[in-house]
């Protein structure tokens, strides 16, 4: 069979041809080629990698960014409430301290009150004590114009000492 | 008369624009397939057998068309030495068709034998056996320029891309670039890489792309029907058996001791079975280079002879009847249209399969000793199915 024989001929054009070419393309075709290659794909996976560390920066810088509004709305917060226990314990020292003084003006008043009160009571007295003196001396007066009046009298008072 | 069917399919083709592109694209395998064998004889019958021989073996003429004497074909070189008498060198045209003695050498069943006349008809001739028997045949044949023409388009092809790879540098690929990018990934990452291991591959990679591209490439040339494609050379076992001996002694010197170990004396394996397995192993050496060297040349082959083969059906029912002919060219070509389209996938598949069992088997003989070897032979043994 002509078909499967090999021939001497086309072995050795092969042979020349193909190491021809094996050398030529291995000296300036696929060290350029796959060394481009090699090349393209570290830039495209560094370029990926880099692409991650800025996402991953960037969720740290909003991270951060996010605790800082924290933080800032916190101490907000903190004023804000200190603020407000500041204003309320200035409206209540004042709350106290008017009421304490409006207790001292009418605790004074009272005690003046109770004084004049008092003043004008015994003076009160004292001219009723003075008026009844005065009335009592013109009743008895009246009263012990003749002895018949003095004795009823003293007799009067008698018995009351003895019901004593 | 004697290309009636061709000049009667043609002339009725003009009706259909389709069927008359179809035509052109298929002419030259069409008029090669009405050539040479009929000699002139206008009643010769229509040999298939012969046609198809003549379109897959290699020659020393690239011929276009026409038959016999009126047939039109490029000469080739013919180169010849012999220690006898020396190197000789003269264009095939010399022969005249095969039918000229020329300077002691004549054309018999395609191959130069040395005569011991200097001229006049080859039929007459009578052979000088010891110098035939002596002579080295390195003449430019069909098979040797169609070799020259797929070097020279790969040659530019890579030196080209090469550059671009050069001047845009850094950059998406373009044009040519493109085309040619994925499959040399595909080579490196999906046979080289895979099959050889990170640490290895590099050393074999522009072997294998090398081989990879050269077999596509011819693949496909053998598809196109005209000049200067159309020679059968993947499908010429000269070529897949140079391949496959490179391959061969890939193997060979870059085998470790690792790889020999398990040759000669599979370890883990009792003393008495080794006497087994032993020459099968020494013999699977051997076969792994022959199986690829028959696997490519038998598939290209038999896609051409398929091809051919149903362009032959058109003329033999052709010298039945025009009309038959003509009628079983419609369903000819559907069917060559039809398995050209599984031939670009056969042409690519055999160029795969070549360059990853070639790197399967380079990939075992270079492995390491603390590798899985059991999952390597499955590797190489799930090959083998292909």
Not at chain 1, 95 to 120: F, P, S, V, Y
Not at chain 2, 354 to 363: M, V
Request: aromatic share 10%; glycine share 6%; hydrophobic share 50%.
């Amino acid at each position: 069979m002509e078909l499967v024989k090999p021939a001497f001929g086309l072995i050795f054009w092969m042979c020349v041809s193909f190491f021809t070419i094996l050398f030529i393309l291995k000296k300036f075709a696929w060290p350029v080629i796959l060394k481009s290659l090699d090349e393209r794909e570290r830039s495209i996976a560094d370029a990926l990698n880099a692409a991650q560390r800025a996402k991953e920066e960037m969720a740290n810088l909003k991270a951060d960014n996010e605790k800082l509004l924290q933080e800032a709305r916190n101490q907000r917060d903190l004023i804000l409430k200190e603020a407000r226990d500041a204003k309320d314990s200035i409206i209540n020292d004042a709350k106290t301290k008017a009421t304490e003084e409006a207790d001292r003006l009418r605790r004074i008043a009272r005690e003046e009150i109770q004084n004049e009160k008092m003043a004008a009571i015994t003076e009160l007295k004292n001219q009723v004590a003075t008026l009844s003196i005065q009335i009592a001396e013109k009743v008895i007066r009246q009263q012990l114009s003749t002895d018949d009046k003095q004795k009823t009298l003293v007799n009067d008072l008698l018995k009351d000492v003895k019901m004593n | 008369m004697k290309s009636l069917p061709i000049a009667y399919l043609l002339k009725i083709s003009k009706v259909n624009q389709l069927f008359s592109l179809l035509f052109f694209i298929l002419f030259s395998t069409a008029a090669y397939a009405g050539g040479e064998g009929h000699e002139g004889h206008a009643e010769a019958k229509f040999d298939p057998g012969k046609m198809i021989t003549d379109h897959i073996t290699d020659a020393h003429d690239w011929h276009l068309w026409g038959e016999g004497h009126s047939s039109v074909s490029i000469p080739l070189p013919v180169i010849v030495y012999s220690s006898a008498r020396g190197l000789d060198v003269f264009m095939s045209s010399a022969f005249h068709h095969g039918e000229d003695v020329h300077n002691g050498y004549a054309l018999r069943d395609k191959k130069i034998i040395a005569v011991n006349e200097m001229s006049g008809p080859a039929a007459t001739a009578t052979e000088d056996a010891t110098v035939t028997a002596g002579l080295w045949d390195i003449s430019i044949t069909k098979n040797v320029v169609s070799l020259f023409v797929s070097m020279i388009i790969l040659l530019i092809m890579f030196m080209s891309v090469a550059k671009a790879y050069t001047a845009r540098k850094g950059q998406a690929p373009k044009g040519l670039q493109s085309l040619i990018e994925p499959l040399v990934i595909f080579v490196r990452d999906d046979i080289a890489k895979a099959s050889i291991g990170e640490k290895k591959y590099m050393k074999f990679l522009p072997y294998l792309l090398t081989a990879f591209f050269f077999i596509w490439l011819n693949n496909l040339l053998g598809l196109v029907p005209i000049f200067p494609g159309g020679a059968n050379l993947t499908g010429s076992i000269s070529i897949t058996m140079t391949l496959a001996v490179i391959t061969f002694i890939l193997v060979l010197i870059n085998g470790n001791k690792h790889y020999w170990h398990h040759i000669f004396a599979m370890p883990g394996v009792p003393t008495w079975v080794l006497f087994l397995l032993t020459p099968i192993e020494i013999l699977g050496v051997f076969l792994r280079p022959f199986v690829l060297m028959i696997r490519l040349f038998a598939n290209i082959t038999a896609g051409h002879i398929i091809a051919l083969s149903f362009f032959s059906l058109i003329f033999i029912f052709g010298q039945m009847s025009a009309g038959a002919g003509f009628g079983v060219a419609i369903f000819s070509i559907a069917f060559t249209v039809f398995m050209t389209c599984l031939e670009l996938l056969v042409a690519f598949l055999q160029a795969y399969v070549f360059t990853l069992l070639s790197a399967i088997y380079i990939g075992a003989a270079v492995e390491e000793a603390h590798h899985d070897t059991h999952d390597h032979d499955a590797k190489v043994e799930e090959a083998h199915i292909i």
